[in-house]
C-alpha cells in the first residue's frame, strides 16, 4: 500500500518505520521543518507541508495513497486532516489518533475518519484482554462501533471446549476471524476443535456483543 502520515514526531515516525519494515510505500508529511529528518526514516518519502491546506495535498499527490493516518499532537489538526482526505481526495482509509481523549466523541465518519485510536482505550483493553476469562472484551472499534475487533477467552467450564468451530451458533453479523492459542495463530476452520485457554477474535457489529457474550458463555458457564 501507498500511506501518507501526517505528522513526523515520534509516533509518526515510528508507524513509518513499521509500515516500511512490511513493504509498504510512505510519505511522512510534516509543517513544521525543524521536525522534518529524512535520514530518522531513510525508507520513506518525505514532504514538508501543512497538511491543513489543499493544495498542499494536491502537491502532494494524497490521492494516490490508500491510506492517510493522522497522527499529529493536535486534535484540531488530524480531524481537519482527515476530513480533506475523505471528501477531497476519496482516500479509502483514514486513521486518526486521538490526543486528548475529551475529544474522541468527535472522530466520526463525519469528520471522514474510518478508525479512530485512543492510547487510554487501546491500553484499558489491552489490559481487560489480558487478565479477563469468559467475557467479552472490546479490542478495537471500526467506524464509530458499526463493527468492533473483540477477544473472549475460553474458560475451561465453556461447554464449546472439545466441540468443533462449526457448532458455535454465532450471531450474525459476527466473523470469528483467529484463534489465539499459546504461540500458534489458528485459522478458524469449521473442524478446528476449540480448547479451554483460546483466545478468539472476533469482528462483530456492535449491538450485537450482549448477544456474542450469551452464545459464547450460556447460563453463566463462563
Partial sequence: MRVAIVGAGAVGRSIA????????AVMLIEKNGSRVKPKAVPGAEWVQADACEVTS????????CDVVIAATGDDKANLVVSLLAKTEFAVNRVVARV???RNEWLYTEAWGVDVAVSTPRVLAALVEEAVTVGDVVR?????????????????????WVGRPVRDVPLPQETVLTTI??????????????????????????????EQLQRVMCPDGSC
Avoid at 495535498?57 to 494516490?64: M, P, V, Y
Avoid at 479490542?139 to 461447554?159: C, H, Q, Y
Avoid at 495463530?185 to 476449540?194: F, Q, R, T, Y
Wanted: proline residues 7%; hydrophobic residues 40%.
Fill in 180 to 209: 489465539l492459542r499459546g504461540e500458534r495463530v489458528i485459522n478458524p476452520d469449521p473442524d478446528e476443535p476449540l480448547e479451554a485457554g483460546d483466545e478468539l477474535l472476533f469482528v462483530a457489529h456492535g449491538d450485537i456483543e
Fill in 139 to 159: 479490542l478495537m472499534s471500526f467506524r464509530k462501533g458499526a463493527a468492533n475487533l473483540v477477544e473472549i477467552t475460553l474458560a475451561e467450564d465453556t461447554p
Fill in 17 to 24: 518505520s513499521e509500515l516500511l519494515g512490511n513493504g509498504h
Fill in 57 to 64: 495535498l494536491e502537491e502532494a499527490q494524497l490521492a494516490s
Fill in 99 to 101: 490526543k486528548d481523549p
